[in-house]
């Protein structure tokens, strides 16, 4: 079992061939435009859902951060979906590779930093160094905000690795500790696969959670530049 602990988060292969990116091409399958009249029920809560999720995370925003709306909902879909679909037998979770939230993570916190030094340079600037700072502080502050600016791309993408890494290694461990018990307590063996039920109800939940987090803080981060 230790030997096969990472096995889920190997990138899979076809006839040698990595084939990550037809994984992460999948999910856009599950969201269908349609050009009907009335759509069906799939369709109305998947739109339902978006628009709730729209409203919630741009009301905060004025018009040049509003027209990030289709990338940051394009965002969660993408992450929500993925994260998902990994939690299938024998999938494959492309939102475990930190290579992977790293080129999610960086493009999205550069734009929003580009874009507050291009309309906001003097509120963009004035973050480094606080109103009041006594003098002997201002080259450590300065230094430590710039440390922390640069942190905030890899803060974004350990977070969603390190999430979504735990709870598939709970699970794989907790499954293969039930199907060890089977052979030694019965009882024992049903409180784990109780367990294993429920922190697999959890994990949906994560799933879903980190896709949000992780878009609302850019957004945020976006807020703060617009």
């Avoid at 009249?37 to 978006?50: F, G, K, P, T, V």
């Avoid at 939690?87 to 939230?101: D, E, K, R, V």
Wanted: aromatic letters at 8%; hydrophobic letters at 55%.
């Amino acid at each position: 079992m230790n030997e096969n602990l990472f096995a889920s988060f190997i990138t899979p292969t076809m006839m040698g061939l990595p084939i990550v990116v037809l994984i992460i091409m999948f999910p856009s399958m599950l969201f269908p435009s349609t050009a009907r009249l009335i759509n069906n029920r799939l369709i109305s809560i998947q739109q339902w859902l978006i628009r709730m999720t729209t409203k919630q995370m741009m009301t905060i925003h004025n018009k040049k951060g509003q027209t990030w709306t289709l990338m940051l909902i394009s965002l969660i879909m993408f992450i929500g979906s993925t994260n998902l679909l990994g939690l299938l037998p024998y999938s494959f979770t492309p939102t475990t590779q930190l290579s992977m939230n790293l080129g999610m993570a960086i493009p999205l916190w550069a734009g929003t930093v580009i874009l507050g030094f291009r309309h906001k340079t003097k509120a963009s600037l004035a973050h480094f160094l606080p109103q009041g700072t006594p003098l002997p502080l201002i080259p450590m502050l300065i230094i430590i905000e710039t440390i922390s600016l640069f942190i905030q791309p890899m803060a974004l993408a350990v977070r969603l690795t390190a999430n979504i890494t735990a709870g598939h290694l709970l699970i794989h461990l907790i499954g293969g500790a039930t199907l060890a018990l089977m052979n030694i307590s019965m009882t024992t063996a049903f409180i784990t696969f109780i367990i294993l039920i429920l922190l697999t109800v959890l994990e949906f939940a994560v799933a879903l959670i980190q896709a949000y987090v992780f878009t609302l803080l850019v957004s945020l981060y976006l807020h703060d530049n617009t």
